[in-house]
């Protein structure tokens, strides 16, 4: 019962907090996040400050030996044709724009938090023709 209560008092909290949309409060790695955040958001940890550099993803393992953009919108003006057109509903962009939460999922505990099952779907295809 106090869990609940605790619980509900933080989802008031987060939800006040101004600015922050469809706030998701949620235990990540001993922290409460929000699952909904944008990058800012995650980078105010992956910065290498709280947590893992985030450059460990963006500028190396993450897109298979690439870096990947964020923020930037989807998709891109003038090259729709290479993208898919309607992305599935757990490839979350925020504003129209591909962001962490659209490749990461903090719900999902499997190790890096994908958004889609590595196992059995290729994350890159969601969005990407090819
Ligand atoms: C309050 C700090 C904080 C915030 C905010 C935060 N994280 Fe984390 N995150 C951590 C910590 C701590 C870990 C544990 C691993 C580490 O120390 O780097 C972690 C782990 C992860 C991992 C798994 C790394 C692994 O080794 O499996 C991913 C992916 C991740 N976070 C993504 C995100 C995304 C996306 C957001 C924003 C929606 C976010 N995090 C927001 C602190 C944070
Ligand atoms: C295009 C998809 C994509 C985007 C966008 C993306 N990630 Fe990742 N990220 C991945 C994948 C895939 C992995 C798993 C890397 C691997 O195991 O090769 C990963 C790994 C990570 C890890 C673990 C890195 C490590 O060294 O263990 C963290 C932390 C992380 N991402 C955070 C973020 C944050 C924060 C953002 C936004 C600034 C972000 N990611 C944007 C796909 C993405
Ligand atoms: C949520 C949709 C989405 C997912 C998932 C995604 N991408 Fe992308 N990716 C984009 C968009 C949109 C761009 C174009 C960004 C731009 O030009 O501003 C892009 C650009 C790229 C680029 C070109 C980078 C550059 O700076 O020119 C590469 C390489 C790439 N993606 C690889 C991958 C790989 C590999 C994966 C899977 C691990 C992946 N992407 C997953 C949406 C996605």
């Known amino acids: 019962m106090l869990k609940i ?3 509900f008092s933080l989802v008031l909290v987060v939800s006040s907090m101004p600015g ?3 706030a998701e409060p949620i235990q990540h790695h001993g922290y409460v996040v929000n699952a909904q955040g ?3 958001e995650c980078l105010a940890c992956h910065d290498g400050s709280m947590a893992k550099a985030v450059s460990s993803c963006l500028n190396g ?3 298979v ?3 990947h953009p964020v923020d930037t919108p989807y998709p891109p003006a003038g090259h729709e044709g290479e993208y898919v057109a309607t992305v599935s509903g757990s490839i979350r962009l925020l504003n129209g ?3 962490c939460i659209s490749c990461h999922n903090l719900q999902n505990p499997q190790p890096d938090h994908p958004s889609v099952d590595l196992a059995t779907t290729n994350l890159c295809l969601n969005c990407h023709r090819k």
């Open 65 to 67: 030996g690439g870096s």
């Open 20 to 22: 922050v949309a469809g």
């Open 38 to 40: 944008n990058s800012r």
């Open 5 to 7: 209560l605790f619980l």
């Open 61 to 63: 393992r993450c897109p």
């Open 97 to 99: 724009q591909v962001t």
